[in-house]
């Protein structure tokens, strides 16, 4: 059976702060038994610094796509505190679960990231500045503690826009989760540190009704070229086969038909899309 320990309320308070800085950490959110179990679970699956550095894996760098090797790891979808916090970002009460990963970092990682956006390879359709239920709503588990030089994740807020000297460093205690949608910017860093490791567990949800989004198939194609050229060359019934919101939707409005323009040349050239607003 497992264990579920209660957790911290998420408040009013949480959920404004989520909103206005595009993320939100929680420190020890798990813990107690359930922490134990769970970082039992997770080095099943990803190994200490001190078990591999004779023989690293590729790049000092280890990704593990769901379904985790470990079962356990997968109720981590489950907190009913999350996924109430996930309904109400996406305004919806019907979500489905995104895939999720698990990830290592160890000494000698290079990061090379100047900053990204998750929407990229998370959604076929561009960001949108007025709708947030058009993203996703991830989450961040760091079972175990994160310390200075270990790799911790960079996040920006959403004031800052895209200054990487702002961010912050997900330098956390263990059981901290950090929640935030995929219009945050954000960056891996570098693992500066000589031993230790960085284990991350994370997830998505997304709203049930939004087809277009996902990771690992083709939803992570929006920004590739090959991919824009052919979408640009449908027509929007063709588009709906692969996922896009078909016209009328509400989705459409002047600012995403702008956006959607940029991402895909052509895309409104035979006027098939009118603007809702």
């Given at each position: 059976?497992?264990?579920?320990?209660?957790?911290?309320?998420?408040?009013?308070?949480?959920f404004?702060?989520?909103?206005?800085?595009?993320?939100?950490?929680?420190?020890?959110?798990?813990?107690?038994?359930?922490?134990?179990?769970?970082?039992?679970?997770?080095?099943?699956?990803?190994?200490?610094?001190?078990?591999?550095?004779?023989?690293?894996?590729?790049?000092?760098?280890?990704?593990?796509?769901?379904?985790?090797?470990?079962?356990?790891?997968?109720?981590?979808y489950?907190?009913?505190?999350?996924?109430?916090?996930?309904?109400?970002?996406?305004k919806?009460?019907?979500?489905?679960a995104?895939?999720?990963?698990?990830?290592?970092?160890?000494?000698?990682?290079?990061?090379?990231?100047?900053?990204?956006?998750?929407n990229?390879?998370?959604?076929?359709?561009?960001?949108?500045?007025?709708?947030?239920?058009?993203?996703?709503?991830?989450?961040?588990?760091h079972?175990?503690?994160?310390?200075?030089?270990?790799?911790?994740?960079?996040?920006?807020?959403?004031?800052?826009?895209?200054?990487?000297?702002?961010?912050?460093?997900?330098?956390?205690p263990e059981?901290?989760?950090?929640?935030?949608?995929?219009?945050?910017?954000?960056?891996?860093?570098?693992?500066?540190?000589?031993?230790?490791?960085?284990?991350?567990?994370?997830?998505?949800?997304?709203?049930?009704?939004?087809?277009?989004?996902?990771?690992k198939?083709?939803?992570?194609?929006?920004?590739?070229?090959?991919?824009?050229?052919?979408?640009?060359?449908?027509?929007?019934?063709?588009?709906?086969?692969?996922?896009?919101?078909?016209?009328?939707?509400?989705?459409?409005?002047?600012?995403?038909?702008?956006?959607?323009?940029?991402?895909?040349?052509?895309?409104?050239?035979?006027?098939?899309?009118?603007?809702?607003?």
């Amino acid at each position: 059976m497992y264990v579920t320990q209660p957790h911290q309320k998420l408040t009013d308070e949480h959920f404004a702060q989520l909103l206005e800085d595009g993320y939100l950490i929680i420190p020890r959110y798990i813990r107690g038994e359930e922490l134990r179990e769970l970082q039992i679970a997770q080095r099943r699956v990803l190994k200490p610094w001190d078990e591999i550095k004779h023989s690293p894996p590729a790049g000092n760098s280890f990704f593990a796509c769901y379904p985790p090797p470990d079962a356990r790891m997968a109720r981590l979808y489950l907190h009913p505190e999350l996924i109430a916090f996930g309904q109400r970002f996406l305004k919806s009460p019907n979500l489905l679960a995104r895939v999720g990963c698990m990830l290592a970092r160890y000494p000698g990682f290079v990061a090379g990231d100047t900053g990204h956006f998750d929407n990229g390879n998370n959604s076929l359709l561009p960001i949108t500045e007025s709708d947030r239920e058009y993203g996703q709503f991830g989450c961040w588990i760091h079972l175990e503690e994160v310390k200075e030089g270990q790799a911790p994740l960079l996040l920006v807020k959403r004031k800052d826009g895209k200054d990487l000297k702002k961010a912050q460093p997900l330098i956390c205690p263990e059981g901290t989760i950090c929640l935030f949608n995929n219009y945050c910017w954000h960056a891996a860093s570098d693992f500066t540190a000589a031993e230790g490791q960085r284990f991350t567990w994370g997830f998505g949800l997304g709203r049930a009704d939004h087809h277009w989004e996902g990771f690992k198939h083709y939803t992570d194609l929006g920004g590739v070229k090959p991919f824009q050229e052919a979408v640009s060359a449908m027509d929007a019934r063709e588009r709906t086969l692969f996922r896009f919101p078909p016209p009328g939707h509400a989705y459409y409005t002047k600012q995403t038909l702008a956006a959607l323009e940029k991402q895909y040349p052509g895309w409104n050239a035979k006027g098939e899309y009118a603007s809702v607003d």
